[in-house]
């Protein structure tokens, strides 16, 4: 049973650092391919960031340069490191995996944390 589960997130002034993790339980993480998404309020969930097992990146165009993916195999954790905070990157942030036996790709994730708010003012 996949679990993911957010941490991290609060509120921060435009131009400040946020770290969110995410812990895993019910799969290798290692073998997967692992990912970021936010939901602004009134706006459809879209894809931030994320990892396959061979460490190859994706990054949503307004973020690059600015947050990082990363993950810990031994811990089964993953983390975005979000620097140079603006306000348009207030929404709920949602780590999640591809389903089964899939590409690693925007439309293949199918496993979702609940997620943790983040505010930038």
């Known amino acids: 049973h996949v679990q993911l589960v957010e941490s991290g997130g609060g509120s921060v002034q435009a131009g400040g650092s946020l770290r969110l993790s995410c812990a895993t339980s019910?799969?290798?993480?290692?073998?997967?391919?692992m990912g970021w998404f936010r939901q602004a309020p009134g706006k459809e969930r879209e894809g931030v960031a994320f990892?396959?097992?061979?460490?190859?990146?994706r990054y949503v165009e307004s973020v690059k340069g600015r947050f990082t993916i990363s993950q810990d195999n031994a811990k089964n954790t993953v983390t975005l490191q979000k620097n140079s905070l603006k306000p348009e990157d207030t929404a709920v942030y949602s780590c999640?995996?591809?389903?089964?036996?899939?590409?690693?790709?925007?439309?293949?994730?199918?496993?979702w944390g609940q997620g943790t708010q983040v505010t930038v003012s």
């Open positions: 999640a995996t591809v389903l089964q036996g899939t590409l690693c790709r925007w439309e293949n994730f199918g496993y």
């Open positions: 019910g799969l290798q993480i290692s073998r997967k391919c």
């Open positions: 990892m396959d097992f061979d460490e190859t990146t």
